[in-house]
């Protein structure tokens, strides 16, 4: 299996996983984050997504803990050749401070270029779409960033297939560049919303996928069985409730079933059947400990035959 794909139709070769990196100055400390990230590079991987509203969330945080603490790694280290670095913009930092406008672009990306402690962003992600500003103003903002150096591609994250299309004919008409990415909600279990939306618009025009919540926000990893279950964890047992269902337990049934087959576990089944979906690039998913990142790695190299990979698809669809 190839441990590497090019993003879309951009110059980027990225790992078939991405390292998600919300939980850096959040749930996971500095030191903690340089161990996951030494880890990840280590097993051939070099593909990491963060933003700079990471974590705005975190009482006394001010947005930026995330790229602040890769930015201090990759110095530390001297590997920002061996890194793809994904970062997004547009997300509220403070009320003042949002939106896809040319002017905010232009402000906040040397921000996170200071944080990151580099002179380029790999990846340029527009957080969420912004209605209030035309397409063709925030793609120029980007076409002058590529054309200084200071971002190689640009991607979106949470678009419509409507706004996605309106983008691509946008940068084909005005010569403008297109977003190489789109970065949707997709998994096993959270399949309706991509597969009927920007899906197939993405595989049409060579976008490059990068799901988030790969692992259906723990779901997926068989941890959360029983409203009991939900207490394992104070930041996401909340959010369980809608996945325990008929279809949910009947996903978790199937994964158990396969993992068995190949000594693997639910977490590594559930990435591998997304790294093998037609047009995802690479699924993110984050890690808290190295055990977790563990189970990340070997999901990358686990090929699952067409027979499982079709149960999957059979007990998941609504």
């Known amino acids: 299996m190839s441990t590497r794909r090019q993003l879309g ?4 070769s990225v790992s078939t996983l991405c390292l998600g990196t919300n939980v850096f100055g959040w749930s996971v ?4 984050s340089f161990k996951l990230l030494d880890a990840f590079l280590d097993a051939d991987l070099n593909f990491i997504d963060t933003a700079d509203v990471y ?5 006394g945080n001010k947005g930026g803990e995330s790229e602040t603490i890769i930015g201090r790694w990759m110095k530390a280290r ?3 050749d061996k890194v793809i670095v994904a970062t997004k913009v547009g997300s509220e930092m403070r009320p003042d401070k949002k939106g896809l406008s040319k002017a905010y672009i232009r402000a906040a990306v040397d921000d996170s270029l200071k944080r990151l402690q580099t002179d380029y962003i790999d990846l340029y992600q527009s ?6 500003t035309p397409q063709e103003e925030t793609l120029n903002a980007y076409a002058e960033l590529i054309r200084e150096g200071k971002v190689r591609a640009i991607g979106a994250s949470n678009f419509t297939a409507a706004r996605l299309k309106e983008a691509l004919d946008i940068s084909a008409k005005a010569g403008l560049p297109r977003y190489e990415s789109l970065q949707p909600l997709y998994n096993l279990y959270d399949r309706a919303e991509f597969e009927a939306g920007p899906g197939p618009l993405c595989l049409e025009n060579n976008v490059g996928v990068i ?13 959360y069985r029983s409203e009991k279950d939900f207490g394992k964890s104070a930041a996401r ?7 325990l269902d008929p279809r949910g337990l009947r996903i978790l049934a199937a994964l158990d079933e396969i993992a068995a087959e190949y000594k693997a576990n639910p977490a590594q089944v559930a990435l591998a059947w997304l790294i093998a979906r037609p047009g995802i690039t690479a699924p993110i998913a984050s890690a808290t400990s190295l055990t977790q990142l563990d189970d990340l790695i070997a999901a990358t190299r686990l090929s699952l035959k067409a027979d499982d990979i079709e149960k999957l698809n059979r007990v998941s669809t609504l």
Not at 9 to 12: H, K, V
Not at 127 to 132: A, L, S, T, Y
């Open 9 to 12: 139709r951009s110059s980027l």
């Open 127 to 132: 957080h969420r779409d912004d209605v209030e």
């Open 78 to 80: 001297g590997n920002r």
């Open 29 to 32: 400390d500095e030191t903690t």
């Open 211 to 223: 799901s988030y919540y790969g692992l259906a926000s723990g779901f997926l990893t068989g941890k």
């Open 237 to 243: 047992g909340d959010r369980m409730a809608k996945y």
């Open 55 to 59: 974590s705005t969330w975190v009482p």
